[in-house]
Protein backbone atom coordinates (compact mmCIF):
# COMPACT_ATOMS: atom_id res chain seq x y z
CA UNK A 1 0.00 0.00 0.00
CA UNK A 2 2.80 2.56 0.02
CA UNK A 3 3.13 2.60 -3.41
CA UNK A 4 -0.18 1.86 -4.94
CA UNK A 5 -3.05 4.39 -4.34
CA UNK A 6 -6.05 3.83 -2.15
CA UNK A 7 -9.08 2.48 -3.47
CA UNK A 8 -11.94 4.14 -2.44
CA UNK A 9 -15.53 3.47 -2.03
CA UNK A 10 -18.19 5.51 -1.17
CA UNK A 11 -21.46 6.09 1.10
CA UNK A 12 -23.94 7.95 -0.72
CA UNK A 13 -23.88 10.75 -3.39
CA UNK A 14 -25.93 13.56 -2.36
CA UNK A 15 -24.67 17.25 -3.38
CA UNK A 16 -21.60 16.55 -0.93
CA UNK A 17 -21.26 12.88 -2.18
CA UNK A 18 -21.06 14.20 -5.92
CA UNK A 19 -18.60 16.66 -4.93
CA UNK A 20 -16.43 14.24 -3.72
CA UNK A 21 -17.24 11.35 -6.60
CA UNK A 22 -15.67 14.37 -9.09
CA UNK A 23 -13.05 15.58 -7.57
CA UNK A 24 -11.86 12.14 -7.46
CA UNK A 25 -12.87 11.40 -11.28
CA UNK A 26 -11.25 14.62 -12.22
CA UNK A 27 -7.65 12.24 -12.05
CA UNK A 28 -5.71 15.11 -9.75
CA UNK A 29 -5.83 13.38 -7.26
CA UNK A 30 -3.25 10.31 -7.88
CA UNK A 31 -2.96 9.27 -4.45
CA UNK A 32 -6.85 8.20 -4.28
CA UNK A 33 -8.59 5.76 -6.89
CA UNK A 34 -12.40 6.16 -6.89
CA UNK A 35 -13.99 1.94 -7.38
CA UNK A 36 -17.72 2.13 -6.42
CA UNK A 37 -20.32 4.72 -4.88
CA UNK A 38 -23.33 3.62 -3.19
CA UNK A 39 -26.70 5.28 -4.39
CA UNK A 40 -30.14 4.67 -4.15
CA UNK A 41 -31.39 5.04 -7.61
CA UNK A 42 -28.39 4.53 -10.67
CA UNK A 43 -30.84 6.30 -12.99
CA UNK A 44 -31.17 9.80 -11.03
CA UNK A 45 -29.70 13.02 -12.60
CA UNK A 46 -26.58 14.26 -10.72
CA UNK A 47 -24.26 17.15 -10.94
CA UNK A 48 -20.97 14.97 -11.82
CA UNK A 49 -19.21 16.78 -14.97
CA UNK A 50 -15.94 14.33 -14.72
CA UNK A 51 -18.48 11.24 -14.80
CA UNK A 52 -18.39 9.79 -18.49
CA UNK A 53 -21.26 9.03 -20.60
CA UNK A 54 -22.02 5.20 -19.45
CA UNK A 55 -19.47 5.35 -16.58
CA UNK A 56 -22.41 4.99 -14.03
CA UNK A 57 -23.68 1.79 -15.05
CA UNK A 58 -19.81 0.31 -13.62
CA UNK A 59 -19.02 3.01 -10.58
CA UNK A 60 -22.53 3.21 -9.09
CA UNK A 61 -23.97 0.16 -6.58
CA UNK A 62 -27.43 0.24 -4.75
CA UNK A 63 -25.75 -2.89 -3.13
CA UNK A 64 -23.88 -1.67 0.39
CA UNK A 65 -21.85 -5.07 0.63
CA UNK A 66 -19.85 -4.14 -2.85
CA UNK A 67 -18.38 -1.26 -0.91
CA UNK A 68 -18.03 -2.59 2.83
CA UNK A 69 -17.17 -6.18 2.07
CA UNK A 70 -15.26 -5.40 -0.85
CA UNK A 71 -11.49 -6.62 -0.66
CA UNK A 72 -10.43 -4.49 -3.26
CA UNK A 73 -11.42 -1.37 -1.38
CA UNK A 74 -9.01 -0.02 1.36
CA UNK A 75 -11.23 3.52 2.38
CA UNK A 76 -14.63 4.07 2.99
CA UNK A 77 -15.85 7.45 2.53
CA UNK A 78 -19.50 8.15 4.17
CA UNK A 79 -21.17 11.00 3.64
CA UNK A 80 -25.00 9.56 4.01
CA UNK A 81 -27.10 11.03 7.23
CA UNK A 82 -28.34 9.26 10.38
CA UNK A 83 -26.90 6.69 12.00
CA UNK A 84 -29.30 3.77 10.66
CA UNK A 85 -28.70 1.81 8.97
CA UNK A 86 -24.88 3.11 8.42
CA UNK A 87 -23.96 2.59 12.00
CA UNK A 88 -23.84 -1.10 10.62
CA UNK A 89 -22.00 -0.38 7.73
CA UNK A 90 -19.59 1.47 8.83
CA UNK A 91 -18.49 -1.10 11.77
CA UNK A 92 -18.26 -4.12 9.05
CA UNK A 93 -16.06 -1.96 7.11
CA UNK A 94 -13.79 -1.36 9.95
CA UNK A 95 -13.73 -5.04 10.56
CA UNK A 96 -12.56 -5.54 7.57
CA UNK A 97 -9.81 -3.68 7.89
CA UNK A 98 -10.67 -0.78 5.54
CA UNK A 99 -10.42 3.20 6.49
CA UNK A 100 -13.05 5.25 7.48
CA UNK A 101 -13.15 8.50 6.28
CA UNK A 102 -17.30 10.63 7.58
CA UNK A 103 -18.77 14.07 7.28
CA UNK A 104 -21.45 12.11 9.29
CA UNK A 105 -21.67 14.23 12.75
CA UNK A 106 -24.65 12.46 14.15
CA UNK A 107 -23.32 9.11 13.61
CA UNK A 108 -19.44 10.07 15.90
CA UNK A 109 -21.39 12.15 18.13
CA UNK A 110 -24.06 9.38 19.17
CA UNK A 111 -21.55 6.65 18.46
CA UNK A 112 -17.90 7.47 18.34
CA UNK A 113 -16.82 5.07 21.24
CA UNK A 114 -17.91 2.00 19.60
CA UNK A 115 -16.65 3.74 16.25
CA UNK A 116 -13.10 4.85 17.63
CA UNK A 117 -12.85 0.89 19.61
CA UNK A 118 -13.02 -0.62 16.23
CA UNK A 119 -10.49 1.13 14.42
CA UNK A 120 -8.13 0.65 17.05
CA UNK A 121 -8.76 -3.60 17.03
CA UNK A 122 -8.12 -3.62 13.55
CA UNK A 123 -5.37 -1.12 13.43
CA UNK A 124 -7.35 1.30 11.05
CA UNK A 125 -7.69 4.85 10.61
CA UNK A 126 -11.33 7.21 11.33
CA UNK A 127 -10.98 10.56 10.22
CA UNK A 128 -13.81 13.04 11.04
CA UNK A 129 -12.99 16.82 9.97
CA UNK A 130 -15.95 17.32 7.91
CA UNK A 131 -18.08 16.63 10.88
CA UNK A 132 -17.61 19.98 12.11
CA UNK A 133 -17.17 23.50 10.59
CA UNK A 134 -17.43 22.18 7.16
CA UNK A 135 -14.56 23.46 5.21
CA UNK A 136 -12.94 24.73 8.57
CA UNK A 137 -9.81 22.21 9.68
CA UNK A 138 -10.93 22.25 13.23
CA UNK A 139 -10.99 18.74 13.93
CA UNK A 140 -7.23 17.60 13.04
CA UNK A 141 -5.53 20.98 14.66
CA UNK A 142 -7.01 19.96 17.90
CA UNK A 143 -5.77 16.19 17.64
CA UNK A 144 -2.79 17.33 16.01
CA UNK A 145 -1.66 21.13 16.15
CA UNK A 146 -2.93 21.60 19.77
CA UNK A 147 -2.32 18.27 21.30
CA UNK A 148 0.02 19.98 23.48
CA UNK A 149 -2.43 22.20 25.15
CA UNK A 150 -5.10 21.41 28.23
CA UNK A 151 -7.90 23.27 26.32
CA UNK A 152 -10.38 24.86 29.05
CA UNK A 153 -13.08 26.33 26.50
CA UNK A 154 -14.80 25.23 23.22
CA UNK A 155 -17.03 27.67 21.67
CA UNK A 156 -18.62 27.55 17.98
CA UNK A 157 -20.96 29.42 16.05
CA UNK A 158 -21.76 25.94 14.38
CA UNK A 159 -25.03 25.64 12.31
CA UNK A 160 -25.11 28.41 8.83
CA UNK A 161 -28.68 28.00 9.06
CA UNK A 162 -29.54 29.64 12.34
CA UNK A 163 -26.53 31.97 12.03
CA UNK A 164 -28.21 33.19 8.09
CA UNK A 165 -30.97 33.53 10.22
CA UNK A 166 -29.97 36.28 13.56
CA UNK A 167 -27.50 37.82 11.04
CA UNK A 168 -30.74 38.69 8.70
CA UNK A 169 -32.95 39.24 11.76
CA UNK A 170 -30.23 41.77 13.19
CA UNK A 171 -30.64 43.69 10.14
CA UNK A 172 -34.15 44.23 10.66
CA UNK A 173 -35.92 41.42 8.95
CA UNK A 174 -38.46 38.89 10.54
CA UNK A 175 -37.50 35.38 11.53
CA UNK A 176 -40.48 33.98 9.40
CA UNK A 177 -39.20 36.04 6.07
CA UNK A 178 -35.50 34.62 6.83
CA UNK A 179 -36.47 31.18 7.36
CA UNK A 180 -38.27 31.15 4.09
CA UNK A 181 -34.81 32.62 2.27
CA UNK A 182 -32.84 30.06 3.82
CA UNK A 183 -35.09 27.25 2.46
CA UNK A 184 -35.29 29.00 -0.78
CA UNK A 185 -31.46 29.38 -0.77
CA UNK A 186 -30.87 25.37 0.46
CA UNK A 187 -29.50 26.92 3.38
CA UNK A 188 -32.32 25.52 5.45
CA UNK A 189 -34.22 21.50 5.21
CA UNK A 190 -38.19 21.89 4.13
CA UNK A 191 -37.83 20.30 8.02
CA UNK A 192 -36.19 22.89 9.49
CA UNK A 193 -36.25 21.49 13.25
CA UNK A 194 -33.00 20.05 13.75
CA UNK A 195 -31.37 23.35 12.68
CA UNK A 196 -33.53 25.62 15.03
CA UNK A 197 -33.96 23.98 17.77
CA UNK A 198 -30.19 23.74 18.01
CA UNK A 199 -29.95 19.74 17.69
CA UNK A 200 -27.20 19.60 15.00
CA UNK A 201 -25.08 22.45 16.46
CA UNK A 202 -25.79 20.04 19.82
CA UNK A 203 -24.12 16.91 17.79
CA UNK A 204 -20.93 19.18 16.66
CA UNK A 205 -20.56 20.34 20.18
CA UNK A 206 -20.56 17.01 21.59
CA UNK A 207 -17.94 15.83 19.04
CA UNK A 208 -15.73 19.19 19.54
CA UNK A 209 -15.55 18.49 23.90
CA UNK A 210 -15.03 15.34 23.70
CA UNK A 211 -11.93 15.61 21.34
CA UNK A 212 -11.01 18.85 23.24
CA UNK A 213 -11.38 16.88 27.05
CA UNK A 214 -10.48 13.97 26.18
CA UNK A 215 -14.04 12.15 27.81
CA UNK A 216 -16.68 11.20 25.85
CA UNK A 217 -19.59 13.61 25.91
CA UNK A 218 -23.12 11.91 24.73
CA UNK A 219 -25.54 14.43 22.63
CA UNK A 220 -27.97 13.57 25.24
CA UNK A 221 -26.46 14.53 28.12
CA UNK A 222 -26.16 18.15 25.91
CA UNK A 223 -29.29 20.80 27.09
CA UNK A 224 -30.13 22.55 23.80
CA UNK A 225 -32.05 25.72 23.23
CA UNK A 226 -33.04 26.81 19.90
CA UNK A 227 -33.36 30.05 18.35
CA UNK A 228 -37.68 30.22 17.36
CA UNK A 229 -38.15 32.22 20.41
CA UNK A 230 -35.95 35.04 19.68
CA UNK A 231 -38.08 38.07 18.85
CA UNK A 232 -36.99 41.18 17.30
CA UNK A 233 -37.82 42.70 20.82
CA UNK A 234 -34.44 41.18 21.46
CA UNK A 235 -32.43 42.63 18.63
CA UNK A 236 -34.07 45.90 19.64
CA UNK A 237 -32.95 45.80 23.02
CA UNK A 238 -29.40 43.96 22.14
CA UNK A 239 -28.61 46.45 19.71
CA UNK A 240 -28.98 49.33 22.16
CA UNK A 241 -26.22 47.53 24.67
CA UNK A 242 -24.28 46.98 21.57
CA UNK A 243 -24.94 43.43 21.94
CA UNK A 244 -25.25 41.06 18.85
CA UNK A 245 -27.08 37.44 19.41
CA UNK A 246 -25.55 34.11 18.27
CA UNK A 247 -26.74 30.06 18.76
CA UNK A 248 -23.73 29.01 20.13
CA UNK A 249 -21.98 25.58 21.25
CA UNK A 250 -20.17 26.14 24.61
CA UNK A 251 -18.19 23.66 26.99
CA UNK A 252 -16.04 24.65 29.47
CA UNK A 253 -13.77 23.27 32.56
CA UNK A 254 -15.23 24.45 35.97
CA UNK A 255 -12.12 24.33 38.04
CA UNK A 256 -8.62 24.94 37.33
CA UNK A 257 -7.12 22.34 39.65
CA UNK A 258 -5.20 18.78 38.24
CA UNK A 259 -7.51 16.96 35.55
CA UNK A 260 -8.74 14.25 36.98
CA UNK A 261 -11.72 13.67 39.12
CA UNK A 262 -12.20 16.70 40.81
CA UNK A 263 -12.52 18.28 37.50
CA UNK A 264 -15.89 18.99 36.57
CA UNK A 265 -17.39 20.19 32.22
CA UNK A 266 -20.27 22.45 31.77
CA UNK A 267 -21.67 21.93 28.31
CA UNK A 268 -24.73 23.42 26.20
CA UNK A 269 -26.20 24.50 23.46
CA UNK A 270 -27.23 28.21 23.63
CA UNK A 271 -28.63 31.59 21.93
CA UNK A 272 -26.38 33.71 23.78
CA UNK A 273 -25.76 37.54 23.59
CA UNK A 274 -22.15 38.77 22.79
CA UNK A 275 -20.44 41.95 23.14
CA UNK A 276 -19.65 43.20 19.68
CA UNK A 277 -16.63 44.04 20.29
CA UNK A 278 -15.77 40.10 20.09
CA UNK A 279 -14.98 38.43 17.05
CA UNK A 280 -17.41 35.77 17.24
CA UNK A 281 -19.98 38.88 16.90
CA UNK A 282 -18.88 39.56 13.62
CA UNK A 283 -19.34 35.99 12.64
CA UNK A 284 -22.33 36.48 9.86
CA UNK A 285 -24.60 34.61 7.42
CA UNK A 286 -23.79 30.81 7.13
CA UNK A 287 -20.26 31.48 8.44
CA UNK A 288 -19.10 29.15 11.21
CA UNK A 289 -16.54 29.85 13.51
CA UNK A 290 -14.67 27.52 16.37
CA UNK A 291 -12.77 29.45 19.52
CA UNK A 292 -10.71 27.51 21.40
CA UNK A 293 -9.13 28.59 24.90
CA UNK A 294 -5.73 26.29 25.95
CA UNK A 295 -2.89 26.80 28.81
CA UNK A 296 -0.62 27.95 26.12
CA UNK A 297 -2.15 28.82 22.76
CA UNK A 298 -4.60 31.39 25.32
CA UNK A 299 -7.10 32.00 22.19
CA UNK A 300 -7.49 30.81 18.86
CA UNK A 301 -10.53 31.70 16.53
CA UNK A 302 -10.60 29.51 13.03
CA UNK A 303 -13.60 31.21 11.06
CA UNK A 304 -14.71 29.73 7.04
CA UNK A 305 -17.28 28.12 5.68
CA UNK A 306 -19.23 25.79 7.54
CA UNK A 307 -21.31 23.65 5.27
CA UNK A 308 -21.69 23.52 1.41
CA UNK A 309 -20.52 20.39 -1.11
CA UNK A 310 -17.12 22.05 -1.96
CA UNK A 311 -16.26 23.57 1.69
CA UNK A 312 -16.73 19.49 3.40
CA UNK A 313 -15.60 17.72 0.21
CA UNK A 314 -12.60 19.94 0.82
CA UNK A 315 -12.27 18.51 4.46
CA UNK A 316 -13.23 14.70 3.33
CA UNK A 317 -10.72 14.60 0.83
CA UNK A 318 -8.44 16.29 2.52
CA UNK A 319 -8.79 13.22 5.58
CA UNK A 320 -8.40 10.77 2.32
CA UNK A 321 -4.95 11.99 1.26
CA UNK A 322 -3.71 11.84 4.96
CA UNK A 323 -4.14 8.64 5.45
CA UNK A 324 -2.85 7.66 2.37
CA UNK A 325 0.40 9.99 2.36
CA UNK A 326 1.56 8.98 5.45
CA UNK A 327 0.21 5.79 5.30
CA UNK A 328 -1.28 5.37 8.07
CA UNK A 329 -2.45 2.50 10.12
CA UNK A 330 -2.69 2.57 14.57
CA UNK A 331 -5.51 4.27 15.34
CA UNK A 332 -5.44 5.92 18.45
CA UNK A 333 -8.42 6.17 21.20
CA UNK A 334 -9.11 9.85 21.35
CA UNK A 335 -11.29 8.87 24.82
CA UNK A 336 -11.99 6.19 27.14
CA UNK A 337 -13.94 7.42 29.52
CA UNK A 338 -17.41 9.67 30.17
CA UNK A 339 -17.11 13.30 30.94
CA UNK A 340 -17.66 14.19 34.45
CA UNK A 341 -20.31 16.86 33.21
CA UNK A 342 -22.11 19.08 36.04
CA UNK A 343 -24.39 22.18 34.50
CA UNK A 344 -25.49 22.39 38.42
CA UNK A 345 -21.72 23.44 39.98
CA UNK A 346 -21.68 26.49 41.80
CA UNK A 347 -18.57 27.30 39.46
CA UNK A 348 -20.90 27.33 36.35
CA UNK A 349 -21.70 31.20 36.22
CA UNK A 350 -22.98 33.15 33.46
CA UNK A 351 -24.58 36.31 33.27
CA UNK A 352 -28.34 36.70 31.67
CA UNK A 353 -30.54 38.68 29.81
CA UNK A 354 -33.75 38.26 31.02
CA UNK A 355 -37.07 40.00 28.93
CA UNK A 356 -40.39 40.43 31.12
CA UNK A 357 -43.57 41.27 29.88
CA UNK A 358 -45.25 43.71 32.79
CA UNK A 359 -48.00 45.74 33.68
CA UNK A 360 -46.67 49.30 33.05
CA UNK A 361 -47.18 50.45 36.94
CA UNK A 362 -45.16 51.80 39.80
CA UNK A 363 -43.45 49.75 42.00
CA UNK A 364 -42.88 46.60 39.19
CA UNK A 365 -38.98 47.10 39.29
CA UNK A 366 -39.16 47.59 43.42
CA UNK A 367 -40.72 43.78 43.48
CA UNK A 368 -38.40 42.18 40.73
CA UNK A 369 -35.50 43.67 42.68
CA UNK A 370 -36.45 42.20 46.17
CA UNK A 371 -36.50 38.89 44.61
CA UNK A 372 -33.07 39.40 43.21
CA UNK A 373 -31.80 40.60 46.23
CA UNK A 374 -33.08 37.70 48.18
CA UNK A 375 -31.12 35.30 45.92
CA UNK A 376 -28.44 37.70 45.76
CA UNK A 377 -28.70 38.16 42.10
CA UNK A 378 -26.48 41.75 41.16
CA UNK A 379 -27.78 43.75 37.96
CA UNK A 380 -25.63 45.21 35.60
CA UNK A 381 -28.31 46.87 33.85
CA UNK A 382 -32.02 47.32 33.48
CA UNK A 383 -34.20 49.20 30.99
CA UNK A 384 -37.65 49.30 29.98
CA UNK A 385 -39.87 50.65 27.70
CA UNK A 386 -43.63 51.39 27.99
CA UNK A 387 -45.74 49.79 25.02
CA UNK A 388 -47.51 51.80 22.76
CA UNK A 389 -51.08 51.39 21.13
CA UNK A 390 -50.81 48.02 19.48
CA UNK A 391 -52.14 49.97 16.21
CA UNK A 392 -49.13 52.21 16.21
CA UNK A 393 -47.47 51.85 13.07
CA UNK A 394 -44.08 52.82 13.87
CA UNK A 395 -43.91 50.10 16.97
CA UNK A 396 -45.05 47.71 14.81
CA UNK A 397 -42.58 47.85 11.88
CA UNK A 398 -39.43 48.38 14.76
CA UNK A 399 -40.17 44.85 16.76
CA UNK A 400 -43.20 43.03 14.86
CA UNK A 401 -44.11 41.08 18.10
CA UNK A 402 -47.74 41.17 18.86
CA UNK A 403 -46.93 41.18 23.08
CA UNK A 404 -44.88 44.39 22.54
CA UNK A 405 -48.22 46.22 21.47
CA UNK A 406 -49.88 45.62 24.59
CA UNK A 407 -51.78 48.52 25.89
CA UNK A 408 -50.92 48.95 29.50
CA UNK A 409 -48.16 46.80 29.43
CA UNK A 410 -43.83 47.50 29.54
CA UNK A 411 -41.22 45.28 28.08
CA UNK A 412 -38.74 45.26 31.37
CA UNK A 413 -34.88 44.08 30.60
CA UNK A 414 -32.71 42.69 32.88
CA UNK A 415 -29.17 42.22 32.48
CA UNK A 416 -27.32 40.46 35.52
CA UNK A 417 -23.80 40.44 36.62
CA UNK A 418 -22.23 36.94 37.00
CA UNK A 419 -24.48 34.66 38.73
CA UNK A 420 -25.38 30.42 39.27
CA UNK A 421 -27.35 29.29 37.07
CA UNK A 422 -29.42 27.33 39.55
CA UNK A 423 -29.61 30.87 41.98
CA UNK A 424 -30.87 32.54 38.55
CA UNK A 425 -33.37 29.96 37.44
CA UNK A 426 -34.53 29.97 41.50
CA UNK A 427 -34.99 33.49 41.68
CA UNK A 428 -36.57 33.71 38.06
CA UNK A 429 -39.04 31.16 39.29
CA UNK A 430 -40.21 33.40 42.33
CA UNK A 431 -40.32 36.17 40.03
CA UNK A 432 -42.39 34.52 37.73
CA UNK A 433 -45.47 34.06 39.95
CA UNK A 434 -45.94 38.25 40.80
CA UNK A 435 -48.95 39.72 39.87
CA UNK A 436 -47.11 41.99 38.04
CA UNK A 437 -45.30 39.89 35.81
CA UNK A 438 -47.44 38.87 32.58
CA UNK A 439 -45.41 36.91 30.68
CA UNK A 440 -41.23 35.32 30.96
CA UNK A 441 -40.45 36.40 27.28
CA UNK A 442 -36.95 34.87 27.11
CA UNK A 443 -33.64 34.76 28.97
CA UNK A 444 -29.98 34.87 27.15
CA UNK A 445 -26.61 34.01 28.47
CA UNK A 446 -24.16 36.69 28.23
CA UNK A 447 -20.77 35.07 26.22
CA UNK A 448 -17.90 36.76 27.63
Known sequence: MNKKALRVGILGCGNVGSAVVNELLSNNIEQLTLKKVLVKDPNKARDIPNLAAGQEKTLFTINPEEIISNPEIDLVIEVMSGDKPVLDYVLKALNSGKHFVTANKELIAKHGPEIFKAAHQNKVQVRLD????????????????????????VVGILNGTTNYILSAMKAGEEFADVLKQAQDLGYAEPDPTNDLEGIDTKYKTSILSSLAFHNYISPD??????????????????????????????????SSGKEGADEKISIGVYPSLISNKQPLSQIDGVTNAIQIRGHLINELLLVGPGAGPKATSSAILGDAL??????????PLPYESSAPIDNHSPNNKYCFYVRLRVTDEAGVI??????LAKFNVSLSSIDQEAHLNKNSSKNSKNHSDKKWDQKGEAT??????????????EALAEIEKLKCIKEICGTLRVFE
Open 322 to 331: SIAKQNLTES
Open 412 to 425: LILLTHLVQEDVFK
Open 130 to 153: ATVGGGIPIINTMLDSLKANKITE
Open 221 to 254: EIPNEGISKISSADFHFAKKWDFSIKLLGIARRL
Open 366 to 371: GQVGNI
